[in-house]
């Protein structure tokens, strides 16, 4: 009977612990503020589960979740699709291929913070290129500073620029994978387009595709930098997503007990929807 060596662990057992310090140490601070009010000095008074009472019956928590689900819906129903059509239509052999991976990738490549700037200025509507020509050459009345609906879409389509490409990547990383006996014997049996793509592609991208589906949801459920640089959470409060609400109590009101409650319940409720992601695309691998 063979044995197996578990030396190997040695090597990876520092990188746990610092791994462990470093998300540990953080994580049981917020933990010791959602528990207690501070007022400076280093002064501490237990609150117990007061913060946590009043964050989940707060009409402004509620409100900023439930634009935060809105936004992860709508950008998973955009940009997994989209990502699988732009994948198929990509090259598989040939001089396009590392093109067209370079192009993907690019967008992906620019810091966040430098994603939302371009993107304020593009489409600002009095001299920015995109605002200039939807309101003076198409007549469109289009204000993301004023405008909830304007300010929406601009996120939207923002986010969707900036991360299809991931999606794009792991689709294509599914698709080159896939035997050529496959399109083979489908080509014998006189199979459709259609048909190729329901019970050989699909299910090949299957792995990938629960991976940019987790990716995606975690990434849009816990957006921060680029609709903040784009739209400050505005007009209004129309773009407070919960990461933008949980910074301005944090930083802006310095309410450091609510705000640690705060994001024990954000993370709490990022753990459980990617939980039941993954358990929904994978119970077939389990049977």
Not at 261 to 276: G, H, K, P, Q
Request: with cysteine; aromatic share 14%.
């Amino acid at each position: 009977m063979r044995t197996e060596n578990q030396k190997a662990w040695f090597f990876v057992l520092p990188v746990l612990f610092l791994v462990a310090f470093n998300a540990l140490v953080p994580m049981m601070t917020v933990v010791n503020y959602s528990v207690q009010e501070t007022f400076g000095n280093n002064q501490f008074f237990w609150q117990g589960l007061d913060w946590f009472e009043q964050i989940l019956r707060s009409e402004r928590f509620q409100a900023a979740l439930g634009r935060q689900f809105l936004f992860t819906f709508l950008i998973l129903l955009i940009e997994v699709p989209l990502g699988i059509i732009v994948a198929l239509s990509m090259p598989r052999k040939g001089f396009w291929v590392p093109v067209c991976l370079v192009l993907m990738a690019l967008p992906m490549l620019i810091p966040w913070n430098v994603v939302g700037s371009m993107w304020n200025i593009f489409t600002l509507p009095k001299i920015g290129l995109m605002g200039y020509f939807l309101n003076d050459v198409l007549g469109i009345n289009y204000d993301m500073t004023q405008q909830p609906l304007s300010a929406w879409i601009t996120v939207i389509v923002m986010d969707v620029w900036h991360w299809t490409s991931l999606v794009v990547l792991l689709c294509y990383a599914g698709l080159v994978s896939i035997p050529d006996a496959y399109y083979q014997a489908a080509k014998i049996d006189g199979a459709s387009p259609w048909s190729v793509f329901r019970y050989i592609q699909l299910p090949k991208m299957k792995t990938v595709l629960t991976i940019a589906v987790l990716l995606r949801f975690m990434d849009s459920f816990n957006i921060y930098t680029e609709p903040f640089v784009l739209t400050g959470g505005g007009p209004g409060n129309s773009t407070t997503l919960l990461s933008i609400d949980l910074v301005k109590i944090a930083l802006g009101q310095f309410d450091l007990g609510p705000a640690a409650a705060m994001s024990l319940i954000y993370f709490a409720i990022t753990l459980l929807v990617s939980w039941v992601f993954y358990t929904l695309m994978t119970k077939d691998d389990q049977k």
